[in-house]
T-cell receptor
Framework: AQSVTQLDSQVPVFEEAPVELRCNYS??????LFWYVQYPNQGLQLLLK??????LVKGINGFEAEFNKSQTSFHLRKPSVHISDTAEYFC???????????FGSGTRLLVRP | NAGVTQTPKFQVLKTGQSMTLQCAQD?????MYWYRQDPGMGLRLIYY???????DKGEVPNGYNVSRLNKREFSLRLESAAPSQTSVYFC???????????FGSGTRLTVV
């Protein structure tokens, strides 16, 4: 079975500052990893995914994440955030032979002017 | 627009009432899922259907039933609603092997 821990429930940051949202996972098998974003009163939208290959994954809206197998982490980063990045971000994991995504509890990113 | 459509968007039920949440996708995806979202708990899988004709329990199936009516449609039924089922429900779909889910916009359900 897999599990995901998002260490921060809320991250406040000023506009144009860099940000890192942390995600750690637990699994006894090889995994696929994902980050989703949820804007207020909307569904979830895929930001990026790691399936295999390069451990640095680039996604939409300038976000990127790095897969670190030894630390079982998949942290999300953006070098300069905008007000419009204010949203909730979810890390998710699935086993390579599973259809099911297991989500973390979410991190609310609050970008202040 | 192509995607996942959920109905209704909002619903208030009295304890003990029943209802069915509808979900349809027009992307020819094989797999469909129902999640519930509660504050501080992320999304938890209720039921999923890996392909037409199959359904399986997720993390929190108690109090729910599902039907995969055809490849496009996957419904979630609450037979006797309880206040603990107050939540936002999301339907999602994916292509087998792709592992990128497309989510609907959600159903906000309140049970009083």
């Amino acid at each position: 079975a897999q599990s995901v821990t998002q260490l921060d429930s809320q991250v406040p940051v000023f506009e144009e500052a860099p940000v890192e949202l942390r995600c750690n996972y637990s699994s006894s098998v090889s995994v696929y990893l994902f980050w989703y974003v949820q804007y207020p009163n909307q569904g979830l939208q895929l930001l990026l995914k790691y399936l295999s290959g390069s451990t640095l994954v680039k996604g939409i809206n300038g976000f990127e994440a790095e897969f670190n197998k030894s630390q079982t982490s998949f942290h999300l980063r953006k070098p300069s955030v905008h007000i419009s990045d204010t949203a909730e971000y979810f890390c998710a994991v699935s086993g390579k032979s599973s259809y099911k995504l297991i989500f973390g509890s979410g991190t609310r990113l609050l970008v202040r002017p | 627009n192509a995607g996942v459509t959920q109905t209704p968007k909002f619903q208030v039920l009295k304890t003990g009432q029943s209802m069915t949440l509808q979900c349809a996708q027009d992307m020819n995806h094989n797999s469909m899922y129902w999640y519930r979202q509660d504050p501080g708990m992320g999304l938890r899988l209720i039921y999923y259907s890996a392909s037409e004709g199959t359904t399986d329990k997720g993390e929190v199936p108690n109090g729910y039933n599902v039907s995969r009516l055809n490849k496009r449609e996957f419904s979630l039924r609450l037979e006797s609603a309880a206040p603990s089922q107050t939540s936002v429900y999301f339907c999602a779909s994916s292509t087998t092997g792709d592992y990128g889910y497309t989510f609907g916009s959600g159903t906000r359900l309140t049970v009083v």
